[in-house]
């Protein structure tokens, strides 16, 4: 297997090949474990506009049941409004432990969602909502109305309204095409917003989800780009002599910090993104490579072999004295922390394999999450629960999801192509 430290540094890309595909290809969710103990959930369809209604109860059901967490009773097509009394006798005997109940309709340019939660158990209203999007967005409707459900049943925020970005590689040899896909949090709706017959790798996301940073080949050499999504405007923010490399943004979209190689070996620099200016922030004779910022913008956290083997290090942010963090095992890369800075979520070696793991970083506890061989680019949902990565099975990239405590395991499969390079956005 290339060595994914090394692989980052020199900004290469080596996917496993698959025939050539259309370059539209849509990511399939499926849930390969769920947690112990589901809470099961009724969703009828939504009155009010009952054709809208049916379509984001429709989304909410498959975003509840993809997480793992839930059972989905069966309804029976019923349609319930949110204003009308729940019988909880019925919903009992049907299995359900909590009912959630909607009246959708279209005033102006927007849908609105009337939502109520309650609690069949404990015969009560669990809470209430209005969700509205604006324009014509259905499946962004269910979404944020499977956050709420979420969040009252759980006590954690929601993560469905958001949205993914990853690289698929389609075709081989001189017919390989890269695009760089923004999507829904559960694969659906891909929409392409790089297409490019060389490589592109490590897109990051802006604080706001409007933009994204990400590396592409597309000139014969590693360049750091930033891409408006809303209007598809890209401009060059790191094209020095050199590799480019591994951005992310600071919590408070303003700067990236970057690996570069333009004085020699690889170090970690800080882009201004008003101006333009760099600061170089590391000055090793070390490799230092894929940073990454604490949620409040106090720390970096970054991979470098100062020591003899890739490890995860952590300095000021601004720069200055860096501590070793990981020490089990002699090989631990791409350190990502999660939304409450409490835990890093990495790639570690073990027995052979490189598997995704968890740092606590109040008691320094390691836990491996995933049994596979070939896992890279992991990445945290806004809420913390789940971490998506890239994985390789049966001779394909696919991404894969597995929650923080390992319990629940997804699989984000294209029908056509290689998925990669995974990066979980902000909700909307």
């Given amino acids: 297997m290339i060595d994914m430290f090394i692989r980052k540094i020199l900004a290469a890309l080596a996917l496993t090949a698959l025939c050539a595909a259309p370059v539209s290809a849509q990511l399939n969710i499926e849930v390969v474990g769920a947690g112990m103990q589901r809470i099961s959930v009724a969703v009828p369809n939504f009155g009010g506009d009952e054709s809208l209604g049916r379509e ?24 319930a409004e949110e204003n009308v009394s729940v019988d909880f006798n019925a919903w009992k005997s049907r299995g359900a432990d909590a009912l959630a109940t909607a009246t959708a309709s279209r005033p102006g340019s927007q849908i609105e969602v009337r939502v109520r939660v309650a609690d069949i158990i404990k015969r009560g209203a669990l809470g209430n909502t209005v969700v509205t999007v604006p324009g014509n967005n259905p499946r962004l409707a269910g979404h944020k109305v499977a956050d709420f459900i979420y969040q009252k049943l759980t006590g954690q925020p929601g993560y469905f309204s958001s949205r993914i970005a990853y690289v698929l590689k389609q075709g081989t040899g001189n017919n390989a095409q890269y695009q760089l896909v923004v999507a829904d949090a559960d694969g659906q709706n891909p929409v392409p917003v790089l297409k490019d017959k060389q490589p592109i790798i490590s897109p ?79 000055n090793t004779s070390g490799i230092d490579t894929e940073p990454a910022f604490s949620p409040d913008g106090q720390w970096l956290y970054f991979t470098s072999d100062r020591g003899g083997s890739p490890q995860i290090y952590r300095m000021p942010a601004n720069g200055g004295s860096a501590q070793r963090i990981s020490f089990d095992g002699n090989y631990n890369v791409t350190a990502r922390p999660s939304p409450d800075g409490r835990t890093l979520a990495f790639i570690t070696r073990r027995d052979g394999g490189f598997r995704v793991a968890t740092l606590d970083l109040a008691t320094r506890q390691v836990t491996v999450l995933t049994d596979s061989q070939r896992d890279e680019s992991p990445t945290f949902a806004p809420n913390g629960q789940m971490i998506l990565y890239a994985t390789i099975l049966g001779g394909r990239g696919v991404l894969a999801a597995v929650s923080a405590d390992g319990q629940i395991r997804q699989k984000l499969s294209a029908v056509n192509g290689d998925a990669r390079e995974p990066a979980w956005g902000p909700n909307r």
């Avoid at 109860?57 to 309804?75: E, W």
């Avoid at 999504?229 to 591994?246: C, E, I, M, W, Y």
Wanted: aromatic content about 8%; glycine content about 8%.
């Fill in 56 to 79: 984001i109860a429709t989304t909410v059901r498959n975003d509840l049941n993809s997480s793992g967490l839930f059972k989905i009773i069966n309804t029976d097509s019923l349609v």
């Fill in 204 to 282: 990051a996301w802006s604080p706001d989800g409007t933009k994204l940073a990400y590396v592409s080949f597309g000139k014969n050499k590693p360049i750091i780009y930033e891409q408006t999504l809303k209007t598809g405007h890209q401009r060059p923010v790191a094209s020095f002599r050199g590799s480019n490399s591994a951005p992310a943004y600071s919590p408070d979209g303003s700067r990236l910090v970057v690996a570069l190689s333009r004085e020699g070996g690889t170090q970690l620099y800080s882009i201004n993104l008003a101006s333009l200016q760099s600061t170089r922030i590391t």
